[in-house]
DNA sequence: GTCTATATAAAGATAGAC
DNA sequence: GTCTATCTTTATATAGAC
């Protein structure tokens, strides 16, 4: 027998997929610890034991539903990496993935989570110090990824008051010389 | 009768200390959910009913183990802050305050420590604003006190690998330009 | 005053009905 | 295949023995 558009593999793989956003919503929203399968299963209009049955475990839940579809490497003239890391955090504000939220919000107190953050932002840290021709490009590297970390969680996660309602465009001109200033001096000027 | 120096109520303080200690430790390690009264008691070798007994409640056990005991205010020209905010946050690794650790650590997924370290940071934020003689001081000042956070953990928290083991002043001496940047052109400069 | 024992609550996980 | 009902665990919080 055919089968239809909504057949059952179909259907089952929407109500997987309501069930990884509602996940997503309530993970980035309150962490690992404080989400409830109850609250994620009521979110995504499903029964609690389904979530189970289909993920297994809440931890599997979370890798499942945080895994981010693509890294997108780091990589071209050092230039070019400082506006697409701008693009990244501060320009792309407002639809950055639930799933990063997610990921963000835990990885201070889910060891899973931090793990993960901390393998991303190592491989971020390699593919920028690759580009940096000073000195320490590594250490600077990882300071400038630090930098927009801390931008992002300020802005996002604590919703610092002057941080509020501001232009993208406005942090992006601000921040910039500061990321530039980290790049350190051009190899051409290194003399001492 | 005269009290001896180990008295009742001075057992009891150093009882009271011994757990606030533990408290802190545990906090910092793990975060407000993960943190356990029992894991809190066996480390200041005391019965987990006791520490009820004395503070009443796990929230208020991690209120009265983070308060931090002053409120350094940040004032003085733009220059010296920004070296005390290095000072604060580069030059003094290692001996960052458990307490702080601990707020940190909670701030992601425990509303009352976001909203502890918001209060502060705005504070803060305020305070470094005033020295800021550009447009965009407050802003710029937000951007700064996000700067020292991300880096903060990055490093504390996270443990990026770049940042394992590397001197203070390495690292002061390449966060200071991107402190300088983002406190914009001086006064005399600003005629746009 | 300190600890043993227990009450209570919440949530992850499972078994079985339909 | 989906959901009702329950089991089990864990941890906060309390009551009462010593």
Do not use: C, W
């Not at 639930?98 to 932002?121: C, W």
């Not at 931008?151 to 500061?178: C, E, G, M, S, Y």
Request: hydrophobic share 50%; charged share 25%.
């Amino acid at each position: 027998m055919e089968e239809t558009p909504t057949s059952r593999a179909e259907r089952r793989r929407r109500t997987e997929e309501r069930i990884l956003s509602a996940a997503r919503t309530v993970f980035a929203e309150r962490g690992f610890e404080r989400a409830t399968i109850r609250a994620i299963a009521s979110m995504a209009e499903v029964d609690p034991a389904l979530v189970m049955q289909y993920f297994g475990s809440k931890q599997e839940l979370f890798d499942q539903a945080v895994r981010i579809p693509a890294i997108p490497p780091l990589n071209g003239a050092l230039d070019e990496l400082v506006e697409e890391l701008l693009a990244r955090v501060v320009i792309k504000i407002g639809p950055i993935p639930q799933a990063s939220l997610a990921m963000m919000r835990s990885m201070l107190t889910h060891p899973e989570a931090a793990e993960g953050v901390r393998a991303r932002l190592d491989e971020q840290v390699g593919q920028l110090g690759a580009a940096i021709p000073a000195r320490d490009a590594e250490l600077r590297a990882a300071l400038m990824i630090s930098t927009m970390l801390g931008v992002t969680i300020a802005h996002q996660l604590l919703d610092l008051t002057a941080l509020r309602d501001v232009p993208a465009d406005r942090l992006a001109k601000i921040v910039r010389p500061a990321l530039v200033a980290l790049t350190g001096p051009d190899a051409a000027a290194e003399e001492s």
